[in-house]
């Protein structure tokens, strides 16, 4: 598609802040009112669109994505996304080790364990860790408190939410990228430890580290997201 407009702008409406494209407001994919809750979501939505070319390219659009899926899905179904997010807590990547004896498990006792813990004592809970592939269910308790803790989040928010926790395959990473103070792309390094290390053993093939480099773009464009909601 070729580009449309000329002048981007960012301005309040609704009770928030919307995109106006040569002062024709954006809409969602289904047709509803495109409104974000903070200028600081706005301002990244209006960069999208501020960085087309020519030519405009759907699939440099994050953040519009995300703001749509807010708008469009969850805000029409939040038990749904709910649902979804505990599911990666139910199987989290952070919490299936190598067994006790192999080279793998030292690592991830050393990258991964600090970010588990990090989130049991923040909200009182023990998640199972599991030497193996083997599932073992999470404690009906520590569910229940990440369920809580998620619900507690607005629509934009598990929008950004749902997509590191789908990326990482683990809710306890993304929930720990979005605290205040966290370094959201160490925590992301440390949920690729796996494929990390069979780079580190076997070598590391172009179309893998292209995927790899794709994956880790999007995880820290909903670490921004998310984190433009918490700006006055």
């Not at 998640?127 to 990440?146: D, N």
């Not at 966290?182 to 992301?188: E, F, H, L, P, Y």
């Amino acid at each position: 598609m070729k580009r449309f407009y000329k002048a981007v702008t960012v301005q309040p409406n609704e009770g928030g802040y919307a995109v106006a494209l040569d002062g024709r407001l954006v809409k969602t994919q289904t047709g509803r009112p495109q409104v974000v809750p903070s200028a600081a979501t706005a301002e990244l939505l209006a960069a999208e669109w501020e960085r087309q070319g020519e030519t405009i390219e759907p699939k440099s659009f994050r953040h519009r994505d995300m703001a749509d899926y807010a708008i469009d899905m969850i805000a029409q179904d939040r038990r749904r996304s709910i649902d979804k997010l505990l599911s990666y807590g139910e199987t989290d990547t952070l919490c299936y080790r190598a067994d006790p004896d192999e080279a793998l498990y030292a690592r991830q006792q050393e990258e991964w364990e600090p970010i588990l813990s990090a989130l049991e004592d923040r909200l009182g809970i023990t998640m199972t860790r599991v030497s193996g592939v083997m599932h073992k269910a999470q404690g009906e308790s520590a569910l229940a408190r990440l369920r809580e803790e998620v619900e507690g989040l607005d629509d934009f928010t598990l929008a950004a939410l749902e997509t590191m926790a789908s990326l990482a395959a683990s809710l306890t990473a993304a929930l720990g990228a979005m605290q205040d103070d966290a370094d959201a792309g160490a925590i992301w390094d440390a949920a690729q430890l796996e494929e990390r290390w069979q780079i580190e053993q076997w070598g590391e093939d172009a179309e893998a580290a292209r995927r790899m480099a794709e994956r880790r773009e999007a995880f820290m464009a909903a670490h921004a997201f998310a984190a433009s909601l918490r700006s006055e």
